[in-house]
């Protein structure tokens, strides 16, 4: 990995597929019906272009950056720019964390099975937890910091979920804890997942639009299929396995990861307490935009491994082989 023709590639490859992903989600067709709710964002787009009013309801911040992208730009340049504000903080966070290695994880959250999702159809909620990540950058600039988090917040009010997990961690950095919490949320949700559904959109968390996501009817948007998802609870449990055999069997001892670890289990054990509502996958993002640098962080880190790099591919391999067969083969 430290061979230096390896690195001038991967960095010039990096560069290269940060301004290809950017342009290809950014200058996709106007279509609800390859692009889910695309066709919905330009539709609103389009008032504010011709005038309309500010929509004072619902995240504010949003709304205020759409009206004044729509005087100035066109559909597909705001869909651009908003593809870049996705995108973008996922190679910043990439840098930032692991320097000349950096490539490996900017390609670990692409192949994320949630990654092209809220690209193009949930973009509000994934530009928001964009820059959720984005702030994490600035650790030792804590107003910076802030900032990002309350733009965060201002696109998509549920992103107070992983802010206040990650608010947590400076008060207990112990991640043992924590994985007997995530375990536990099983039995509790597979017990009493109506309890914890009910309990949770009746504390509205600040947005009646928050609590209908739990007890809304199956719609556009949702899960194929309601109930308890093992699959998805699988796909989950990736990166709770890597932070166990980092953190407790190899005894890694990082204190920024032990923050990205644990803001990880609370918000992925929130989900899983709230597993069957039909609106539950916009609360499983909150933890899975995560994943990808739960997984990969202590490989970058430090050697655990004679041929790390052999091991890197392998994971890479396998965390793609989910999304693929979940969207190709589960999906169709």
């Given amino acids: 990995m430290d061979n230096h023709v390896n690195l001038v590639f991967t960095n010039i490859a990096g560069g290269g597929l940060l301004l290809f992903i950017t342009l290809y989600i950014g200058q996709r067709e106007i279509s609800g019906i390859y692009f889910g709710d695309t066709i919905n964002y330009a539709r609103a787009y389009q008032k504010y272009a011709l005038g309309g009013e500010l929509n004072e309801e619902g995240d504010l911040g949003w709304n205020i950056f759409m009206k004044f992208i729509a005087s100035y730009a066109s559909i597909s340049t705001f869909f651009t720019i908003i593809a870049f504000l996705y995108i973008f903080p996922l190679y910043k966070i990439s840098v930032t964390y692991f320097n000349q290695y950096w490539y490996y994880a900017f390609i670990m959250f692409l192949v994320s099975f949630s990654f092209w999702t809220y690209g193009v159809n949930g973009i509000r909620n994934g530009t928001a937890c964009s820059l959720f990540l984005w702030g994490l950058c600035y650790e030792r600039k804590k107003v910076v910091m802030a900032l990002f988090f309350f733009l965060a917040i201002s696109f998509h009010k549920t992103?107070?979920?992983?802010?206040?997990?990650?608010?947590?961690?400076?008060?207990?950095?112990?991640?043992?804890?924590?994985?007997?919490?995530?375990?536990?949320?099983?039995?509790?949700?597979?017990?009493?997942?109506?309890?914890?559904?009910?309990?949770f959109s009746s504390l509205g968390f600040g947005d009646d639009r928050l609590s209908g996501y739990l007890t809304s009817a199956p719609a556009d948007g949702t899960f194929s299929n309601t109930g308890f998802r093992w699959d998805f609870l699988f796909h989950s449990a990736f990166a709770v396995f890597a932070g166990w055999y980092f953190v407790l069997k190899r005894k890694f001892q990082d204190t920024t990861y032990n923050k990205l670890l644990i803001t990880y289990l609370i918000c992925n054990g929130f989900w899983i307490l709230v597993i069957t509502a039909n609106f539950s996958n916009r609360f499983a993002y909150l933890s899975w935009f995560m994943m990808a640098i739960v997984i990969i962080y202590p490989l970058l880190k430090k050697q655990f491994f004679a041929n790390q790099h052999f091991i890197i591919g392998k994971i890479l391999s396998i965390y793609f082989s989910f999304t693929y067969l979940m969207f190709y083969l589960y999906y169709n």
Avoid: E
Wanted: proline fraction near 7%; glycine fraction near 8%; charge should be positive.
């Fill in 159 to 199: 992103l107070l979920l992983p802010i206040i997990a990650y608010l947590v961690t400076y008060i207990y950095n112990n991640p043992k804890f924590f994985f007997y919490g995530w375990v536990l949320c099983i039995p509790l949700s597979l017990v009493a997942g109506g309890f914890w559904i009910n309990l």
